[in-house]
């Protein structure tokens, strides 16, 4: 009989203290606070709904002078609540979260403004023991932003109050103005005497005091190009970004996503078969590494708690295996594929990477916008976003790959996005969908390829890009991804050799659907002859 009293999934929550207070489901990630205090000022960067802010958020808690009554409530029964550190709620937490500016360029500065110097206002209130009314006052009569951290860093240093700084989605803003305003919108406000830039240099001298003042300092985002910007390289503190140790701090393990269905299943609400469930979550959710040395793959925390919060009402497997809040936005990649409208070098490199689902490169530490168009810098900015991670490392250097269906297919979808951007290629997407629930049902294959071949056929744009078998590889599995009943798989190990394209069926969601596909792709030139007997010479 299914339990009323198991843990509730906290499903798009980032409070920790909210989590921990109604007892909703945690994975206990804070054994990763001792090894984080071993640095003054970091830099970390994860992907999209990878767990960032909820971070973030058990920083605030466990480091807030004003929280330090909640500790056992809040921390009790973690690793952390049975070995604390010393420095447990010693802080006056200044909390920035920038994910919630738009890109209307004209008030940004306003904007940017209003906000930090209520989260100034609000800090001081908090912590009115320590700044009295006079030295308030004295703070916020300063007119920006970088003036009242400024007077607040200097009084703080003055009279040995450690400050603890905490940036969430620091780059939100900024990928923003470059996605939809363009790079000289984008270099005004990170470059030269730009606001953003001035802001962080205030903060690099908050870091001047030997005891009191910005004692510690933790910024997340999803890309470290605006660091690099803004900064000129992290030059306050480390970038963690790629160090094997902090690997897992976020992120779930497959022995945790196990326990979790192990649990929920012991509680009588989650009725699938665990092992079944876990095979399409890995092919699904994980895949993910951060560091060469790392020795688990990470499942998307976003992910996982999505499967589990449509699996239990639900009793069974979710309609939609896609969270659509994991996706990137076509708008704020069109910036790195096309120019005036051309497809550029990295839309062939992403091309190239979803035919051979695989890379070697480097990943870059650090890197500004103006050297993107390098292949590394490129190549780390996927790996930074999620949709490339390490697979293997081969003479010293990473192999870089797609981690699972999920990427996959969104991957799929920016091609065709890119691709209808420059007028090159669209289709019927109904229609589409129509006939590919026919090949998976009813193994009706012909009218699929027809489609697509005459699809191809009426769009004149294409031929610029029409320049040999991996383009048209590319455009057929683009659109076959967009079945929902195969697991398309590109250049797929069989027993003689490779196949261009495999369409596993898709059986742990569509048990009654018989058909599978085994596509090998053939280009025949223009000037070539089409002659059946030619075409059967060259299948061969």
Request: with cysteine; hydrophobic share 35%; aromatic share 14%.
């Amino acid at each position: 009989m299914p339990s009323s009293s198991y843990p509730r999934i906290p499903y798009g929550e980032a409070d920790f203290k909210r989590i921990r207070l109604n007892r909703w489901l945690y994975v206990d990630k804070t054994r990763f606070v001792h090894d984080l205090e071993e640095e003054r000022y970091v830099f970390l960067i994860r992907p999209r709904r990878f767990g960032k802010s909820c971070w973030v958020s058990l920083l605030d808690n466990y480091y807030s002078r004003t929280r330090a009554d909640d500790f056992e409530v809040v921390f009790g029964g973690t690793d952390l609540g049975r070995q604390p550190t010393e420095s447990r709620h010693r802080y006056v937490i200044l909390r920035f979260n920038f994910s919630a500016f738009d890109d209307t360029l004209e008030t940004l500065r306003q904007r940017f403004e209003e906000y930090c110097q209520l989260i100034i206002r609000s800090t001081l209130e908090r912590n009115a023991d320590l700044f009295p009314e006079a030295a308030r006052q004295h703070i916020r009569s300063s007119d920006s932003v970088n003036s009242q951290l400024n007077e607040l860093f200097v009084y703080a240093g003055d009279h040995g109050i450690p400050l603890y700084v905490l940036i969430d989605e620091y780059d939100n803003f900024a990928n923003t103005v470059l996605a939809y305003h363009g790079e000289e919108a984008y270099q005004a406000f990170t470059h030269g005497g730009g606001f953003y830039r001035n802001f962080f240099a205030t903060l690099k001298d908050g870091t001047g005091y030997s005891e009191g003042g910005l004692e510690r300092m933790f910024i997340t985002g999803v890309s470290p190009i605006t660091m690099d910007d803004v900064t000129s390289g992290f030059n306050i503190g480390k970038n963690i970004s790629l160090h094997p140790k902090f690997n897992d701090m976020l992120g779930f393990t497959d022995e945790e996503v196990r326990e979790l269905l192990e649990l929920y299943r012991d509680h009588g609400v989650f009725n699938q078969d665990v092992e079944a469930a876990l095979d399409v979550m890995r092919e699904w959710y994980n895949g993910y590494r951060f560091a060469k040395s790392a020795q688990d793959d990470l499942y998307n925390t976003d992910m996982v708690l999505y499967f589990l919060d449509e699996s239990i009402p639900n009793r069974g497997m979710p309609d939609e295996l896609i969270d659509t809040n994991v996706r990137i936005d076509y708008g704020k990649l069109r910036h790195l594929l096309t120019v005036n409208r051309q497809l550029n070098g990295n839309f062939d490199l992403l091309r190239h990477i979803i035919g051979e689902q695989s890379i070697q490169s480097n990943i870059q530490l650090s890197f500004p916008l103006d050297r993107l168009d390098q292949r590394e810098n490129f190549l780390s900015l996927l790996h930074y976003f999620g949709l490339l991670s390490i697979r293997a490392v081969e003479r010293g250097m990473p192999r870089l790959g797609i981690p699972n269906q999920t990427v996959k297919r969104l991957m799929y979808g920016y091609l065709r996005d890119a691709y209808d951007d420059v007028g090159v290629f669209s289709v019927d997407v109904y229609t589409f969908f129509r006939l590919a629930q026919e090949m998976a049902y009813d193994g009706a294959w012909q009218p699929v390829l027809d489609f697509l071949r005459d699809a191809l056929a009426e769009q004149t744009g294409i031929r610029d890009y029409m320049d040999g078998e991996k383009v048209v590889h590319g455009f057929v599995a683009a659109h076959l991804s967009l079945s929902q009943y195969f697991l398309l798989h590109s250049e797929y190990e069989l027993n003689k050799g490779y196949a261009d394209l495999y369409l596993e069926p898709f059986v742990a969601q569509y048990s009654d659907m018989q058909f599978g596909y085994v596509l090998e792709l053939k280009y025949l030139k223009r000037s070539e002859s089409l002659d059946e007997s030619v075409v059967a010479d060259r299948i061969q």
